[in-house]
């Protein structure tokens, strides 16, 4: 036992405190802030202090704390079966990616545990189709500046922003970046190896942008003309976010692969790669593989989160909630120029650049109980779930307020 922990006998259990140093310390939450449960959109303290969550997560928890629906769903699967793996069928993943295929430009779906294993499976459908047809020369992806798409290696590497590489891609495993937004730049750095384009249909790390209806057409063009796959990122921006079950669906381009997750799963890991028929038939038996990825647990919730997002209405009061909540940021802006500069994003995924540093809004905003993001471009991200009150979005935008006058 390490010398960071203590030993405890209680009613004859053994109980193993470990210290918070036990952790890596690649993460700075709040030391003076336990949570111990949440309903819809609040979270409560151990203290019982009650928060508003408009940071879901990061986009996860997409319909809130304990949803009656979603917990149905996971408590019924755990009576039965928790893992098989992919050795053998699961009914409920077939099902899950039939929905999707139906409700999507896909005809075939890969599961996977997170965003990032979404991204990593898309990178290789792309290089696989491009070997499947005859130009195994075709293997390099291009991305934009700015850009995030995970953690692994690849993700980083693809993502080229220096903060994240660090010292973790030493080259660059078959990528290259140009500006965001700028076509000339793409059409000069496609070459005979590049085999794709990979983009944030609405960049979520490096400040909330979307992308540009034309720019994102000239991309889709690009791609046609010559020979290469289209593959968007929605891991934070799908499920919902912006009003549409998929961000692009806004823009009306289709893409040949896309990466979704975090919402997707409700709170539960959950990624997928949604492909062709033309990409996704290359992925053959022995090409690619998880071991958790599609297991029962993740599918239950998974159909479970379809299951709500399908229902009628429900995106349409996201766009409605979505503009209501922009249109009362910007109004703060205009008041409040020496604090916020301008409103950003799409749907419920908004992206408020701020004059003050962020992390001091940021702060200020969390100590009067309401937790929002940070972003880049000094940015904070306010991301409620997707069923988000409207007394809710009225009691966060008089924290808000109240919070901005006194800065200002």
């Given at each position: 036992m390490s010398k960071s922990a203590k030993?405890?006998?209680?009613?004859g259990q053994l109980v193993i405190e470990q210290s918070r140093d036990a952790l890596w310390p690649n993460y700075s939450p709040p030391q003076d802030l336990l949570f111990s449960h949440g309903v819809g959109s609040e979270l409560v303290t151990e203290n019982g202090e009650v928060y508003l969550d408009f940071l879901s997560g990061i986009a996860v928890t997409?319909?809130?704390?304990s949803h009656p629906h979603l917990v149905k769903a996971l408590q019924s699967q755990t009576e039965k079966l928790w893992h098989l793996s992919n050795i053998f069928r699961i009914p409920a993943s077939e099902r899950f990616a039939g929905q999707l295929v139906q409700h999507s430009f896909a005809d075939r779906v890969y599961f996977a545990n997170?965003?990032?294993?979404a991204i990593e499976a898309g990178i290789k459908a792309v290089r696989a189709y491009q070997a499947g047809i005859g130009h195994k020369e075709r293997f390099r992806l291009l991305g934009f500046t700015d850009s995030f798409h995970g953690r692994t290696i690849a993700a980083v590497a693809a993502s080229g922003n220096p903060g994240y590489m660090q010292n973790f891609a030493p080259t660059d495993h078959g990528f290259d970046q140009v500006p965001w937004g700028d076509l000339k730049a793409v059409k000069a750095a496609i070459s005979p190896q590049t085999a794709g384009i990979l983009i944030e249909t609405?960049?979520?790390e490096g400040g909330i942008r979307p992308v540009n209806r034309d720019f994102l057409?000239?991309?889709r063009?690009?791609?046609d003309s010559h020979g290469l796959l289209l593959m968007l990122d929605e891991v934070q921006c799908g499920a919902g976010r912006t009003g549409k079950l998929f961000a692009h669906e806004n823009f009306e381009i289709q893409p040949?692969?896309?990466?979704?997750?975090k919402g997707l799963g409700g709170g539960f890991p959950l990624g997928a790669c949604l492909a062709t028929e033309s990409v996704g038939k290359h992925m053959v038996v022995g090409t690619h593989g998880s071991t958790f990825g599609g297991n029962p647990l993740a599918m239950a919730v998974g159909n479970a989160v379809l299951d709500l997002l399908l229902e009628p209405g429900l995106l349409d009061e996201v766009s409605r909630k979505g503009a209501e909540l922009r249109t009362a940021l910007e109004n703060l802006v205009t008041a409040h120029p020496s604090v916020l500069e301008r409103v950003t994003g799409m749907g419920l995924m908004i992206g408020v650049k701020c004059v003050v540093p962020n992390v001091d809004?940021?702060?200020?905003?969390?100590?009067?109980?309401l937790l929002v993001g940070r972003a880049g471009d000094n940015m904070i991200r306010l991301l409620p779930p997707l069923n988000v009150s409207d007394a809710h979005l009225e009691q966060a935008l008089n924290t808000i307020t109240d919070t901005i006058e006194k800065l200002a």
């Open positions: 030993k405890n006998i209680t009613d997409a319909f809130g704390h997170s965003g990032t294993e609405v960049q979520g057409a000239g991309l063009a690009l791609c040949d692969v896309l990466a979704a997750a809004l940021m702060a200020a905003l969390r100590t009067n109980r």
